[in-house]
């Protein structure tokens, strides 16, 4: 590749990956602020607010293990060029927009994955592929949602316990002021395991380019910039998603909202510390459905739900098969492997 056109590229790619942080945020706002404002505990303009604070602030809390993970993780780096790179975002980006367009509580997560799975192999074939860490996410995909499900579930039987003899006004006015508590959490978490993703991509695009010194790793430049973009992302809001996520699938109260932020905080705690890159969306869908399954299985609507299952199943596929293609028309309009 030209000298005079390597650098321009490399900083047309950051920025699509800045993008689809960006669109990450703004895709996944809805699972940190669902359940805070269908309890109204806060108005929306507040809760996004609030939400992007926590996601930027999140690089203070985790070390860069899911960005480890994705970097090197999913398919082997030595692979990895701007092309891929390059499919691998379009596959993401496309899938996320028409999630968002649909109103669809689709994973950005596994979009990504999905996007760098379909690039590299479309390079490369199936060899390429490091089957230890696409397994982990693989496996999350089950695990992240029945974890936080199980905890939300756990802490409205203990909360109700801890609460019998409790006036529903008491209850319902301590738990309002606790939700801020939860919330925040799950911000942190969110905030934690998603903008590492992005993170992740840039610094191997960097490694592969041969400008990080020491191996790989992951700059404080791209660190704070993916932190950003992922709250003014989320300060935008996707409020299709946050009216599925937070009055489609159930009806919350704070007691509800509590228990569910709080499961899902502690799936997602455990996740980054692992570095496994989980769905934040099928993270805190497994939480609500919990939380309304503990009141009776029939407050849950199963078939919004089903329908939620059904995109999750399809994403990965999906946002793979976008990004071979976007790998295949950027050949054809002279871009080489």
């Not at 650098?7 to 359940?35: K, R």
């Not at 805070?36 to 860069?64: D, E, K």
């Not at 701007?82 to 496309?94: C, E, H, M, N, Q």
């Not at 228990?259 to 769905?279: H, K």
């Amino acid at each position: 590749m030209d000298a005079t056109l390597a650098l321009p590229l490399l900083y047309g790619l950051i920025a699509v990956a800045l993008l689809f942080d960006f669109l990450n945020g703004l895709h996944d706002a809805a699972n940190s602020i669902a359940t805070i404002v269908s309890t109204r505990v806060l108005r929306p303009q507040y809760a996004v607010a609030w939400a992007a604070f926590f996601n930027f602030i999140a690089f203070l809390f985790f070390g860069l293990h899911v960005a480890q993970t994705i970097g090197t993780g999913i398919v082997d780096a030595a692979v990895i060029d701007p092309r891929v790179i390059f499919g691998a975002l379009t596959g993401a980006i496309v899938w996320n927009l028409v999630t968002w367009g649909l109103g669809i509580p689709s994973s950005s997560s596994h979009a990504l994955v999905g996007g760098i799975l379909g690039a590299g192999t479309a390079k490369a074939g199936f060899g390429v592929i490091v089957w230890s860490g696409l397994g982990k996410t693989l496996a999350a995909i089950v695990l992240s949602p029945a974890l936080g499900m199980v905890l939300a579930l756990v802490l409205v039987l203990i909360v109700s316990w801890v609460f019998a003899r409790t006036t529903p006004f008491t209850v319902d006015s301590t738990f309002r002021w606790l939700q801020f508590v939860s919330a925040s959490l799950y911000s942190l978490g969110h905030g934690g395991n998603d903008a590492q993703k992005t993170m992740g991509i840039i610094a191997v695009l960097l490694y592969s380019q041969g400008l990080l010194q020491g191996g790989f790793h992951v700059p404080l430049w791209v660190v704070l910039s993916c932190q950003a973009a992922m709250a003014l992302g989320t300060l935008f809001g996707g409020w299709r998603i946050v009216h599925t996520m937070g009055s489609k699938i159930t009806r919350l109260t704070p007691v509800q909202g509590f228990c569910a932020e709080t499961g899902g905080a502690i799936t997602l705690f455990l996740a980054t510390g692992l570095g496994v890159p989980v769905s934040t969306t099928h993270t805190i869908t497994g939480a609500i459905i919990g939380v309304g399954a503990a009141r009776r299985t029939s407050a849950v609507r199963w078939g919004v739900a089903g329908n939620i299952v059904i995109a999750w199943v399809v994403t990965l596929p999906a946002a793979a098969l976008i990004a071979a293609l976007a790998y295949a028309a950027a050949g054809l309009f002279g871009w080489a492997a």
